[in-house]
């Protein structure tokens, strides 16, 4: 027994599918659709408009980035961290190191001997000593104000910083400071500290030689602690320049040979030319 269908039960949509349903006006044609292969012509108008718009695009990022590389150019320069002396005093002293070389002015040679000078010393005496260098202070007026301030900071009590000794180098101003607690002034001497920071550090510092500045006062600090002789240390040298100018002796002599000379050249430019007129004429 056939079951006869209706042409639309058979194109009713599916429940529960997520297309959606054709219009009810839409008819089926047993023709098939002609399909049209002719493209569309782009319209002049439309295609002006697209380029104008990339135009327009283009030089809107143009000008953004330029802007945005101006704006970098004209920015101000990051502002310079805090001066050095402060990093110093909040690092706290050098565990192992025994020195600070903060200014950057002294060489591997001349760590290496003075971390074996001060390790030797601070097992034998029990008397630390740091070094520290440093290019300018900004806080401190000078480089004892300043030693005493980190002598103070890094061993704030009197039982942490009664042997612990501070040697301070400023570069920019040749100048140099010790100071430490009691146990260590009392190992050295007060003979010794004016010595050192009048002599060795100043002096040295003047000639720009930093590391036989901080060597020669290692040297002559741990001398002290141990009671050995005073090392002493290097003479200022004062550079006279010669002078120039001649003595009134020798002023005398050189215008006399001069006047000589200048006879003679006188005599000759006048005496050679009337002999050589003289032998010319007696021939005729």
Known sequence: ??????????????????????????????????????????????????????????????????????????????????????????DGPPVDSYVVDDAGVLSRVTKSDVKRLARDLEARKNIRLNFITVRKLTSKADAFEYADQVLEKWYPTIEEGGNKGIVVLVTSQK?????????????????????????????????EKYNEAIVSTARRLAAAIDGLPDTGGPAFKENKRESNFKTKEETEEKRGQFTLVVGGLLVIAFVVPMAQYYAYVSKK
């Open 175 to 207: 100048e140099g400071a010790v100071t430490g607690g009691p146990a260590f002034i009392q190992a050295v001497g007060e003979q010794v500290l004016d010595a050192t920071v009048s002599e060795n550090l100043p002096v040295l510092a003047t000639e």
């Open 1 to 90: 027994m056939e079951t006869l269908l209706s042409p639309s039960t058979l194109f009713a949509p599916l429940r529960g599918s997520r297309r959606p349903a054709l219009a009810a006006t839409a008819t089926v044609s047993s023709r098939p659709a002609a399909v049209s292969c002719a493209l569309k012509k782009p319209q002049a108008g439309a295609g002006l408009a697209a380029a104008g718009r990339s135009s327009v695009s283009f030089l809107h990022h143009g000008l953004a980035a330029a802007a945005l590389s101006l704006a970098i150019s004209l920015s101000p320069a990051p502002v310079p961290a805090a001066a050095s002396e402060f990093d110093v005093l909040n």
